[in-house]
């Protein structure tokens, strides 16, 4: 069991305003997270790349004094704010600028880390500010940690908790939790946003067109000697692919009948988390609407709760489809974080 | 200064595949329709036989070979003369334990035997369980912008061929530079793999009949021989992207059981890949999906320019240690 088990799961929350942090610290959020791209970083980027895995433009902080009056407001409520410096790759010669933005976050904005997944700004990282004790840094999922060897590297470089991939098996994440080393913590992805591919691996950029894996599946065919036999399937399984996409896009960004949010979930697997000493549960979407974050973060608190209070597997489970009201999208098994056993 | 001879591996799938080894030449130039170019600038070059055999995959554990299979792979190399080069994907704790065994046989090899890693738990791994075989890290591990439609029309494509400031601001591939090297040095790394970039295409030199070599290849040489380390450079396709949820794996499957991370997989990337129609003919590089990863596929020019990069030898730049640059053929990994 990890050393933060016994704390229980925390709620971590995106944000990207100071009128939504009112609301999500109102709404019972652990812990905040959120982007921060400075308009010099279009000097670094010639306005093309992004300070993390998100568009500045509807994600992020732009102005200075909301971030800080976003910390300020946590920091009331003793909740810790974490920003994402979690691209996947960064321009030529940035990185001395993110090293120094970074610091700047941590020692002058007063934020309580970063969530970091660029080995060379992890390593430059801990040269600049691993001495001055302040910055925890988590392993963003785009840096990848498929075990618990992986763990021991990460946290030997000073890492308090690692992001786990969308894309694993419920027993992957519970060997992987119980052989990492003791000091370390796990989270785990609990509401929205699905992604087709394995982030950490993926160097696709979403800002030139958006998501690939959401474009145009329809011009593929088959080759090879066993051609001829998709060829007849092909129709029928790209539909398929296509219907799974969807869910993996919040089900069109959809609402249920009572205003939560539809998409990609675990909520039914929270029962185990806890069991397993995951640390905390992270509701995904930095750049959804007021109203999003606010159902989300109360859906995930209802079942935490439920967690908190002791209730068992099956107990988690029902009432996380109850909730949810949408039998016939949980029953296609499309909409599951960590679906298999 | 010029480094050491550049070397051609060869990726294999089976043990049947072995005549590649000294035919890839001919697979080459159908797979492009290549005629006078190659044969005139590299051909004596081509004309090696490969000294090195890939096996394994980088981006699914149900493609490492089995025990027998590594065996017969062993066998092939020390027919051949050649080396084995294991590659492996990211690695769950299972996975680990479920290919000590082909680690243990590999590992434990007369033949010059090296394993490319693209995890890094699977390199502590290695370093703890056997140090002493020779490691190189994998081109999953490098960061750099790979995405086809980075380069694939409109104006951005020209204003990156005309160094702009786009061009200027590409993102590096994550194992050109930084700590990282040196941290790979640490862990006593003796080699990096890597692809060229979609975009990172040399403009044609005049009046040299083809291609030119492509500045990345001088610049990756640069930079792992800055740090004493060798360049391994694939072609001619370059993965973008990967994932553990596998459509062509899904095919037959029941619904609920589609896009979860296999436990156990037939795999059907063996016999067959996909492609996108309309890819490759002037809008961008052509797209190739082989089970869980994508590809974009070298222009002719790239392969060319490549191919007179190699034969060359690559300069490695003032202050540069030795570096052989290693071209390791995909081309029959993928069923087109």
Redesign the interface.
């Known amino acids: 069991m990890s050393a933060c088990a016994s704390q229980g799961m925390k709620i971590v929350a995106p944000v990207r305003s100071v009128d939504e942090a009112e609301m999500l610290l109102s709404c019972g959020a652990d812990e905040l997270y959120c982007g921060y791209t400075p308009e010099e970083w279009r000097a ?3 306005g ?2 992004w300070v993390n895995r998100r568009d500045p433009r509807s994600s992020d902080f732009t102005r200075r004094e909301h971030l800080l009056e976003t910390i300020r407001l946590a920091h009331e409520g003793t909740v810790p704010v974490y920003v994402t410096v979690n691209a ?5 010669g940035a ?1 001395p600028y993110l090293v120094d933005l970074c610091e700047r976050l941590i020692q002058e904005y007063q934020a309580d880390g970063l969530i970091v997944a ?3 700004l992890i ?2 990282l801990g ?1 600049r500010l691993g001495s001055t004790g302040k910055a925890r840094i988590h392993l963003s999922n785009l840096g ?11 946290s030997s470089l000073g890492l308090e908790r690692i992001i786990l ?1 969308r ?3 419920r ?2 994440i519970e ?2 939790v119980r ?1 990492a080393p003791p000091g370390i913590g796990f989270e785990v992805f609990a509401l929205n946003d699905g992604c ?3 982030e ?6 979403h800002s ?2 958006g998501p ?2 959401l474009g ?1 599946w329809t ?9 001829a ?2 060829s007849a ?1 092909l129709e029928r ?1 790209r539909a ?2 296509e219907r ?1 996409l969807w869910y993996q896009n919040n089900c069109g960004s959809s609402f249920q009948g009572h205003g939560l949010p539809n998409g990609p979930c675990s909520l039914c697997w929270f029962g185990f988390f806890r069991d397993w000493g995951v640390s905390a549960v992270k509701i995904v979407g930095r750049e959804a609407s007021f109203h999003r974050k606010m159902a989300s973060l109360q859906l995930v608190k209802a079942i935490v709760d439920l967690a908190r209070a002791g209730a068992g597997h099956e107990e988690i489970a029902e009432a996380a489809r109850s909730f949810r009201a949408t039998p016939e999208l949980c029953d ?3 909409m599951c974080y960590y ?2 056993a | 200064m010029r480094s050491s001879p550049s070397r051609v591996a060869i990726h294999l799938r089976t043990t049947d595949q072995r005549s590649a080894l000294s035919a890839y030449r001919e697979h080459l130039r159908d797979l492009y329709g290549l005629s006078g170019a190659i044969d005139e600038e590299c051909g004596a070059w081509l004309a090696r036989s490969a000294t090195r055999i890939y096996i394994g995959d980088e981006f699914c554990p149900h493609r490492l070979p089995t025990t027998a299979e590594a065996e017969g792979f062993l066998d092939l190399a020390g027919e051949a003369g050649a080396g084995i080069t294991l590659l492996t994907p990211f690695l769950t704790d299972h996975d680990l334990e479920a290919h000590r065994g082909l680690f243990e046989l590999l590992s434990s090899s007369s033949l010059p035997v090296e394993i490319v890693f693209n995890d890094l738990g699977f390199l502590c791994f290695m370093r703890e369980r056997y140090p002493s075989v020779p490691l190189s890290a994998g081109r999953l591990l490098g960061s750099g912008l790979k995405d086809p439609r980075a380069a694939g029309w409109g104006a951005g494509r020209q204003r990156i061929r005309d160094g702009g400031a786009e061009a200027q601001a590409l993102p590096e591939c994550g194992l050109a530079h930084g700590p990282w090297l040196d941290m790979l040095k640490e862990f006593g790394v003796r080699r990096v793999e890597r692809d060229l970039l979609s975009c990172e295409e040399g403009p044609a030199s005049a009046g040299s009949g083809g291609a030119a070599a492509p500045a990345a290849v001088t610049a990756a040489a640069r930079a792992a021989a800055a740090v004493g380390l060798e360049l391994s450079l694939y072609f001619p396709y370059g993965y973008f992207t990967t994932g553990r949820v596998c459509w062509t794996s899904s095919f037959g499957r029941p619904d609920r059981e589609k896009f979860l991370p296999r436990q156990e997989c037939a795999k059907p990337c063996d016999t067959v890949s996909f492609a996108r129609r309309d890819q490759g003919r002037g809008k961008g590089p052509r797209i190739v999906h082989q089970g869980n990863a994508f590809f974009y596929m070298y222009s002719a020019s790239q392969v060319v320019g490549l191919l007179r990069a190699a034969a060359a030898g690559p300069a490695t730049g003032q202050g540069g240690g030795p570096s052989s640059l290693r071209l390791v053929y995909q081309g029959y990994a993928i069923p087109l």
Request: a negative charge.
């Open positions: 670094h980027s010639a093309l790349w996947p790759f960064y321009p030529a990185l660029d080995l060379d390593l430059s040269r990848g940690c498929y075990n618990h060897k992986s763990a021991e590297f990460f991939s894309h694993m098996r027993s992957e060997r992987l052989e087709y591919f394995e950490a691996y993926c160097r696709v950029s030139l067109g690939f894996c145009d011009n593929l065919e088959p080759c090879g000697p066993h051609a036999a998709f399937r399984e398929c692919l799974y296609s098994g499309f679906g298999g």
